[in-house]
Structure formats: C-alpha cells, structure tokens
C-alpha cells in the first residue's frame, strides 16, 4: 500500500483515485494519418475546441495528448466554474471601457451556462453542484464589498448577491468571514469525471483522442502542417496548440509568454456531520485576499481545500502542512483532520493576466494561459477558435491586444515569486490594521 511519503509532486489527485475506470481513448498515435484539424493537448481548451468543432459539423479533428485527457491543470483542479478571467474585472473595465469589457465578460457568463449545457446534452456525471460560488470576505469590510458588488452590476451587468455576515454563516460558518457575496449563477463540479466524459463523447462522435501521444515537433510545409509524435505522425490542414503550462518549448515563440504557477490541493477524510456545520449550504467558497483560500464539500461529506501559489512544486506532505494550518484558520472545529489526499498543478499565466488566443504568422493556432479561471473560459476558447477555424474570426480578434509578451524566463519566474510574496504580505497587513 502507498503511504503518504511515497507520494511525490504533483501528488494523486482525490478525483484519480476514485475516477470511475480508468481513461481508455484511441490509444496511442502509431502510423501516419491524415486530419483536417490536429489539436495539441487534451486540457479543456485542446477537448473544448474539438467539441465545438464538432458541434459546428466538422467531422476530421484528432487531439493528441502527452498522458491522459484532464493530467493536465484541467482534471486536478478545484472545480470551481465560474464566469471572468484572471485579469480582475475591475482591470478589465480599465482596460477595456465598460461597453467592452461587459461584452468580454458577459462571454464567460455564458461559458458557465455552455458548460452546464453540455453535462446535460451528453449526460455526464460529474458530480455537477448548483449551490453556487461564495465569495467571503476576509478583511471584514462589508461595505467596500457591497461597493465592489454595486460596481460589478453597473460596469459588468454582473449580478452578485451580498449576504451580510449573518447571511453569510448560513452558508459558511467560520468566525474568520465579514460579509459574503454569492454568485448564483455558477457551479461546482469533479473536473476530472467533466473532461474525461467530454473526450469520451468525442471519441464515441469519431473524434480520435490519442493518448500517451506527446508531440515533439511541428513542422509546415507548403500544404500542410506536419505533427511529429514518437511512433507516428499526423498531417493537417489546421494545428491548435493548447499545451497549458505543461510545454514550453514545442513553440517557443508563443510559449515564451507563459509563466507556469503552482496552487495547491489536499481532501480531507470524510467528516460526516461536521460538514454541514461548517458548510451548512454545499457552497464552494473563495475569499477577497490576493492569495485565497478555496474549498468546497465533496460528495461523500469530504472537504476539498485549496490555496496558495508559487512558482515551485512541492511534495504532498508539505501540501498537507501548509493547508493544514489554512483549514485550522478558518475552521477551528477541524483541527487535526487528516487530508488523505495532496497534489498540486500547473496553471499557465501570461504577464498581462488574460488568456493568449489567435494565430501565428505561419498559421498555428493557439489558446493558452487561462490562469486560475479556467473552466469557464476554455470552454469559451474553444467556441472562439472553433469559429474562428471555420471562417467566423470575429470574436477572437477581440483578444488580439493581448499578445504573447516575453514573461522574463527564469528572471521572470522570480519577480512573480517575489510579487506574490508582496501581494501577500499586503494581505497580510490589510488583515491586522482590519482587526
Ligand atoms: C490546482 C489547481 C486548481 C485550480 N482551480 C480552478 C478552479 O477551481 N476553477 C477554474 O476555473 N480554474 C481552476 N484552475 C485553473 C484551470 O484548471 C486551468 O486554467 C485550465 O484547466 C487550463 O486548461 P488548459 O487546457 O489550458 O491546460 P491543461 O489542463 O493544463 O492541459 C494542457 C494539456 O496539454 C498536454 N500537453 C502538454 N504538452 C504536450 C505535448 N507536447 N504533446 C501533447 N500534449 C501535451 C498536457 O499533458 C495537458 O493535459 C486551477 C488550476 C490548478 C492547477
């Protein structure tokens, strides 16, 4: 039997261990084959453009995927769908003006509702929760978070309920919370079981998922591309690269804007009653801080917590040290709860905080760095390209501003890590000057 220091990063996640069967696709790329469009990695961005694709009638798509479709940021995360981007909406108003910036953000909206749609229409069992997302305030400043809420109406169209703190307990009953604010329109789910049976209907639909299929090089020729795996190759019209923060170098041109940043996970043993009492609605709950918190109840009375982000991997057992000591901050009464399980993954970011989607000058698509706001806005990346592929590039080019900058390589890698412990240093502070 495996103890918890076999483990090594990223650690087993809780959603591998009890996944249902294990993945079976269109096994391994062998041979030479012919598609009309190769999509490269098989997170939700690479499984999501092929389901589009599909969906608009495209019949020849193959997805060739290094391990299994979901290995990736995509099966292992909390399961958090929500709508927005990493990029705070506040910057995107900035940015954008309000006209826009409601039309990109009302986009995710409907990306959380396609998501749904989908886990109905191909009846998937993911464990789908409709309790809704939390936002819960750790500073205890009701009245810049009904400020905040105001805003995101007026500006986004966005509604957002606020719970005052004694509202808030009834959703989450932790004496570390000020006021809270409820997004109900979003959804908690197993991400895992999600894109596992989103590949499995591609499959079914003659869609060839290959895995085991890393893909080592990409090379155009005059009418066609070439993609190159170990044992075979795939020629085609169209290539879309949707690697996450789990390649950079099979395109280093684009790839070179990404920053892989690590977060991390542990579910604890089953805690039966205390569940409810904690969670007395089966809310998934983030809070206000720059490095949050995030937890949600499992289906049989666990709890999935997660947080904090860094440039390095760690072990498992130092997973379950540090969120240890969140879990016990927020909720006192589970001191001492085991986390039976503790893994971590890569989510890609590029330096201006919003996802790269559009085109190379030689023609190679791609759809990367969604950050820590994935679920969503995959789906949404996955519309955008398929149409785009099929003639239709109208949405996408509404991304084009935000170009595959150059995020610093290794220097880059240590300002964010140095960022980050600033930002939560400036947490840190907010917290006692509010206490
Ligand atoms: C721990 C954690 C918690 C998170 N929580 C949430 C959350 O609650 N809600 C939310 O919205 N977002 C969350 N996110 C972010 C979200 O998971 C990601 O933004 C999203 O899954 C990215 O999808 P993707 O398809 O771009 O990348 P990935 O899912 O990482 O997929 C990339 C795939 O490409 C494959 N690949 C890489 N190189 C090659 C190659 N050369 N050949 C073939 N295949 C290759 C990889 O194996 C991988 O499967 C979280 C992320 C993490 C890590």
Known sequence: MMTHEDERWPGRSWYEATAAKPWAGSGELVGEHCHDVVIIGAGLAGISTALSLLERGAKSIAVLESSVPGAGASGRNGGFVFAGYSLANDALVKQLGVAQASRLHGWTRDAVGLVRKRIERYGIACQANDAGVVLADWFGDDERLEQF??????????????????????????PRY?????????????????????????????????EHSPVHRIERSAQAWIVHGAEGRVRASEVVLTTGGYDLKLRP????????????????????????????????????????????????????????????????????????????????????????????????????????????????????????????????????????????????ECFRRWQPVWAGGLAGRAAVQSRYWWLQALDHWRDRRAR
């Open 149 to 174: 809420a105001r805003r995101m109406q007026q500006t986004l169209g966005f509604d957002l309920i606020m719970l005052p703190r004694q509202d808030l307990r009834q959703f989450v009953n932790s």
């Open 178 to 210: 000020g006021a809270g604010l409820h997004e109900p329109g979003s959804f908690h789910f197993n991400p895992l079981a999600h894109i596992q049976g989103l590949a499995s209907y591609l499959c079914e639909s003659g869609v060839a998922v290959h």
């Open 253 to 396: 041109e684009v790839q070179r804007a990404l920053q892989p940043i690590a977060t991390y996970i542990a579910v604890t043993e089953p805690l039966g009653d205390l569940i409810s009492e904690v969670l007395p609605q089966p809310v998934a709950v983030y809070d206000t801080r720059f490095a949050f918190d995030y937890f949600r109840p499992l289906p049989d009375s666990r709890l999935l917590w997660g947080g904090r982000i860094s440039v390095a991997d760690r072990h498992p057992a130092s997973i379950r040290r540090l969120l240890a000591r969140d879990l016990e901050r927020v909720f006192p009464t589970l001191a001492g709860v085991d986390f039976e399980q503790a893994w971590g993954g890569w989510m890609s970011y590029a330096r201006h905080e919003m996802p790269l989607l559009g085109r190379c000058p030689d023609g190679l698509w791609y759809g990367l760095a969604f950050g820590g706001h994935g679920m969503a806005t995959t789906t949404l990346a996955g519309e955008m390209l398929a149409e785009a592929l099929l003639g239709r590039p109208e949405r996408i």
